[in-house]
């Protein structure tokens, strides 16, 4: 079986760990060639990582016949952009979160990448590392009976004191809700299902922010979008969640996502890293005690989502962070949004399957037929 083609589009922060792993890690897919609008960041990769092509635009890249998928590490307002010119160039797209910057846009790749007969992954693939597999597999087997409910919290005061290039996260397509919310929310749907409906209410704390970080140092950002975000969700199961993302707030002591059920607790980590700690409360034992991990990928894994999506390119079957997750969690994070505009609960339209578990491979790197 040949090793897939990947194209880049995007060498910003986030291509480091993708590049790393994508040219060492798994064994099935092959960066071909990178493009970016800042050129030295694109010449950097392909030094560093002996990528073959460096292409003048993204547009060259779309052309090249032997690219296979696109992946696109733009900035969120962009990835409708990239992903709808890769679609129709013939590709299949690759997209980190979210995958689009409003519900319509979503829709809108959806039917195209179905008129063009072509596959849409995306973005957060966290889900499938040994952490959140582990507590999937304790879910299915019982071990907290049937749930009840769910929490989600995701608190911090922001990314102007640390990012090199934060303004983006204040704007069109931005948010602690659409920068964060995607890998809570696939967590949830990875453990829970699908979400029939939901609630939220929104609000901005802070009308501007300052840049303390470099090299941005005390530049005046104005926030446009909400920043303080509070969503109730109703599971097709039955089970009914909370989430809280927020930008306003400095610290809090809650846990990452906390799963209730009939016969026990489940403490999930952290949706944005891929390993532990995995806790579980059973009434018998009458406190929270550790789970091993008993999957592998727990260290920092992006690009499983890719690897795993080309490998089903291949053979046909389906894959894990497909556009069925991609766009059913953008229709949760837009509609909260919705609800706090309109006043009322909305149901949702998207309705997946939950994606398959992990299976092992004796060979780190290859997955499954």
């Not at 707030?249 to 980590?269: N, R």
């Amino acid at each position: 079986m040949r090793t897939m083609k990947i194209g880049i589009v995007g060498c910003g922060s986030i291509s480091g760990i993708y590049l790393k792993n994508l040219t060492y890690r798994y064994k099935e897919v092959e960066i071909i060639g990178v493009c970016d609008l800042i050129r030295e960041r694109a010449e950097k990769a392909v030094e560093e990582y002996k990528i073959p092509k460096l292409y003048e635009d993204m547009y060259e890249l779309f052309a090249d016949p032997d690219v296979d998928i696109v992946l696109n590490l733009t900035r969120p307002y962009e990835h409708f952009g990239v992903t709808s010119e890769a679609l129709k160039a013939g590709k299949h797209v690759y997209s980190e979160k979210p995958l689009g910057a409003t519900l319509e846009e979503g829709r809108e790749l959806i039917a195209l990448a179905k008129e063009k007969n072509l596959l849409i992954g995306g973005a957060p693939d966290t889900f499938m590392g040994a952490g959140i597999q582990t507590c999937r597999k304790l879910m299915d087997d019982g071990y907290i009976g049937t749930p009840v409910g769910a929490s989600a919290f995701m608190v911090c005061h922001g990314h102007e004191t640390w990012h090199p290039d934060p303004e983006f996260y204040y704007k069109f397509g931005g948010g602690p809700m659409m920068d964060m919310g995607p890998y809570y929310l696939t967590a949830l749907v990875n453990l829970l299902g699908a979400v029939a409906s939901i609630s939220g209410m929104t609000k901005s704390t802070f009308s501007q922010r300052t840049i303390t970080s470099e090299p941005h140092y005390g530049e005046i950002v104005d926030v446009d979008v909400p920043t303080y975000i509070t969503g109730m969700m109703q599971f097709a199961c039955g089970a009914i969640g909370t989430i809280f993302t927020t930008f306003d707030v400095y610290k809090a002591e809650m846990p990452w996502i906390e799963i209730y059920g009939s016969q026990g607790t489940l403490s999930v980590p952290d949706p944005n890293g891929f390993g532990g700690p995995v806790r579980l409360y059973r009434p018998e034992e009458g406190r929270f005690y550790d789970i091993p991990l008993t999957f592998g990928y727990a260290d920092n894994s992006r690009g499983m989502g890719l690897a795993d999506m080309a490998k089903a390119i291949q053979t046909g079957r389906n894959f894990r962070a497909s556009s069925d997750i991609t766009f059913h969690v953008l229709e949760i994070m837009t509609g909260f949004q919705r609800s706090q505009e309109q006043g009322r609960h909305i149901a949702l339209e998207s309705r997946p399957s939950r994606p398959a578990p992990m299976l092992r491979h004796e060979l780190e790197g290859i997955f499954e037929v």
